[in-house]
């Protein structure tokens, strides 16, 4: 067959072919030689049971080594119409394994991948009980039921946790525990959400007044139940947390509010948690199979300890602990930080008149709202993405079809057009001493993100007044806090009525070492980064993000965090993962990663 002849349907269609006779061969080699020296796999469940990229052919071979048996993959098809771009073919693919059917995408270089992906979507013989599957709530006919659905529902809520186990206990009940607690209750799945807040949603409500989501609205949706069209592209705190309290109603997940986990330890032999809880100020142990961590990706508040706090006659918090502006109207206010919640709250307490002062510590990535949203998310999250076809699913996979090996090539181009368009908004911020970086190989936002969670600030309308000198600006480091003032190490002092540490948060599994112990926070590692031996996210490469939604070194303990849209994604790799388990399905772990940092 002339190969230059073929049509990029052709191409896929034959490339898929002769991946899957391979495959059934159980011919790895030949399975390996399919890919490029340079190729990239990377998987969410379907054949490792794990989140892990492999690379090259050597990874491709040693994964399929130890799974491919088990996994039996078959039936891989194209979904759509391949396509051809600047040298590379593209596809949507689908496939089935011994247990489950997957989604995944294609992209070859003449014949050879180039990147694989493949998804779990769902376990066969489990599969959601939604669409053609869907309940039909009642039983008709002389012998319907004898309870309502109310009468269920009230039986569950006084039974489960008390005579009757959850399997899965997920610890927060912010956006990612209500995602993952939705999934785990369309899969069938015991499960039961706890939370210190009385409500679902005060953990938005309870924020300063001025908090509003900085990613757009169809980015942001939650699983099964997607916002209305009137919905506001940039979601007000106070929408999200009756949001989240309407849809952890609509969609019957058990919740226990003005709960607080106190401790937790796993028996190696009965493979079991012991966790105490205390619930209304009684103490309630239950025994989970399973224990999910899902309180905030961003970790404990890191509260700085400079030489003088104790003397400070003002007031002092974290930026986590800030109730607005409101009661700052005439004071002195010192904002130590310059990321995302230090502008958000520099500008609201300028905006209320306080004399608010920012101190820049280390260079800060800024972005302007409008541009993100046009050059950043434009093409995946928007109207226009809706208009071209790619909704919020499509949009989710073809971002998770990009290995984050080299996901800076692809984002670095975009970054030098936001650069260029928003010229005058740097060089004005610069003027007054403000330092930027767009990340350290100019990747910018996302891939700063993905390695340090932090660093970047979304502009809103703070820049301007921190370029225009609304918003003062003092640059080094805190050397001590006196009885009035903020004193900077070059001697500078800031008088201070109230300080303010927008001082950022640490690793999740710092969650794990007040619960469980630092025994086992250190056994897991740190969660979150790429290990990209960039600033703030310490080599060696990891391929995928530390810890998250996948097994870890702690039997039974896993880690859920993220925004609304990157909850809404990766709770389905994790509720899969626990459903399997939950059933008895085998489920082989490949790759299960090495601990190079405990925090």
């Known amino acids: 067959m002339d190969q230059t002849t073929l049509t990029p349907g052709e191409r896929v269609d034959l490339w898929l072919a002769s991946f899957e006779s391979a495959l059934a061969d159980r011919d790895i080699d030949r399975v390996a030689a399919m890919f490029a020296v340079d190729s990239f796999w990377r998987d969410l469940?379907?054949?490792?049971?794990?989140?892990?990229?492999?690379?090259?052919?050597?990874?491709?071979?040693?994964?399929?080594?130890?799974?491919?048996?088990?996994?039996?993959?078959?039936?891989?098809?194209?979904?759509?119409?391949?396509?051809?771009?600047?040298?590379?073919?593209?596809?949507?693919?689908?496939?089935?394994?011994?247990?489950g059917r997957g989604k995944g995408h294609l992209r070859l270089r003449g014949d050879e991948a180039w990147t694989l992906l493949t998804t779990m979507e769902e376990l066969k013989g489990h599969e959601e009980r939604r669409g053609p599957r869907r309940v039909n709530g009642v039983v008709h006919g002389p012998r319907g039921d004898t309870q309502t659905w109310a009468e269920r529902r009230a039986i569950e809520e006084r039974e489960l946790g008390y005579t009757r186990q959850p399997y899965v206990l997920v610890v927060g009940g912010g956006q990612s525990g209500i995602a993952l607690?939705?999934?785990?209750?369309?899969?069938?799945?015991?499960?039961?959400?706890?939370?210190?807040?009385?409500?679902?949603?005060?953990?938005?409500?309870?924020?300063?007044?001025?908090?509003?989501?900085?990613?757009?609205?169809?980015?942001?949706?939650?699983?099964?139940?997607?916002?209305?069209?009137?919905?506001?592209?940039?979601?007000?705190?106070?929408?999200?947390?009756?949001?989240?309290?309407?849809y952890t109603k609509v969609m019957e997940i058990p919740y226990w509010g003005s709960t607080?986990?106190?401790?937790?330890?796993?028996?190696?032999?009965?493979?079991?948690?012991?966790?105490?809880?205390?619930?209304?100020?009684?103490d309630v142990v239950l025994h989970p199979k399973q224990v999910v961590l899902a309180t905030g990706v961003s970790g404990k508040p890191n509260v700085p300890d400079f030489p003088g706090q104790d003397v400070f006659r003002g007031e002092q918090h974290h930026s986590s602990q800030h109730p607005g502006a409101d009661a700052y109207a005439g004071k002195r206010v010192v904002v130590i930080g310059s990321n995302n919640s230090a502008h958000d709250i520099c500008q609201a307490l300028h905006l209320n008149g306080a004399d608010v002062t920012m101190v820049q510590r280390s260079s800060t990535h800024v972005v302007k709202s409008e541009t993100l949203m046009d050059l950043g998310f434009g093409d995946l999250y928007s109207e226009r993405a809706l208009a071209a076809g790619i909704t919020t699913e499509k949009a989710d996979l073809i971002s998770a079809s990009l290995p984050y090996k080299i996901m800076p090539e692809f984002q670095i181009p975009i970054y030098e057009k936001i650069a260029e368009r928003d010229k005058d908004l740097y060089e004005r911020l610069e003027?007054?001493?403000?330092?930027?970086?767009?990340?350290?190989?100019?990747?910018?936002?996302?891939?700063?993100?993905?390695?340090?969670?932090?660093?970047?600030?979304?502009?809103?309308?703070a820049s301007d007044l921190v370029a225009d000198g609304s918003i003062r600006l003092a640059s080094g480091q805190v050397e001590r806090l006196t009885e009035d003032a903020v004193v900077l190490a070059d001697g500078t002092e800031l008088r201070a009525d109230l300080v303010v540490y927008a001082t950022g948060y640490g690793s999740m599994n710092g969650w794990a070492a007040d619960l469980m112990g630092q025994d086992v926070a250190d056994k897991v590692g740190k969660c979150w980064g790429l290990g990209s031996d960039t600033a703030k996210d310490p080599g060696p490469w990891e391929g995928e993000l530390r810890n998250m939604?996948?097994?870890?070194?702690?039997?039974?303990?896993?880690?859920?965090?993220?925004?609304?849209?990157?909850?809404?994604?990766?709770?389905?790799?994790?509720?899969?993962?626990?459903?399997?388990?939950?059933?008895?399905?085998?489920?082989?772990?490949?790759g299960l990663p090495e601990v190079h940092h405990l925090s």
């Open 549 to 590: 939604w996948k097994p870890t070194q702690q039997e039974a303990l896993w880690f859920h965090g993220g925004g609304l849209g990157i909850s809404r994604q990766y709770s389905l790799y994790l509720a899969l993962q626990l459903k399997a388990r939950y059933e008895g399905i085998p489920t082989p772990v490949y």
């Open 431 to 461: 003027k007054v001493g403000f330092k930027l970086d767009f990340g350290d190989d100019g990747s910018g936002l996302v891939v700063e993100f993905l390695r340090s969670g932090s660093g970047h600030y979304i502009d809103v309308g």
């Open 45 to 99: 469940v379907a054949f490792t049971w794990n989140i892990t990229t492999v690379e090259g052919r050597d990874g491709v071979t040693a994964m399929l080594r130890a799974q491919l048996d088990a996994a039996d993959p078959s039936n891989f098809r194209t979904s759509e119409v391949p396509e051809k771009a600047d040298g590379v073919t593209s596809a949507w693919i689908e496939f089935e394994t011994a247990t």
């Open 181 to 246: 607690g939705s999934r785990l209750r369309q899969l069938a799945v015991p499960a039961l959400v706890v939370d210190k807040h009385e409500r679902p949603g005060d953990q938005w409500r309870k924020r300063y007044k001025s908090l509003c989501l900085h990613d757009p609205v169809w980015y942001d949706h939650l699983p099964y139940v997607p916002f209305p069209e009137n919905w506001p592209v940039f979601s007000p705190k106070d929408k999200i947390g009756d949001w989240l309290e309407m």
């Open 260 to 282: 607080t986990c106190r401790s937790a330890k796993f028996d190696e032999d009965t493979k079991e948690w012991t966790v105490v809880l205390d619930r209304f100020g009684q």
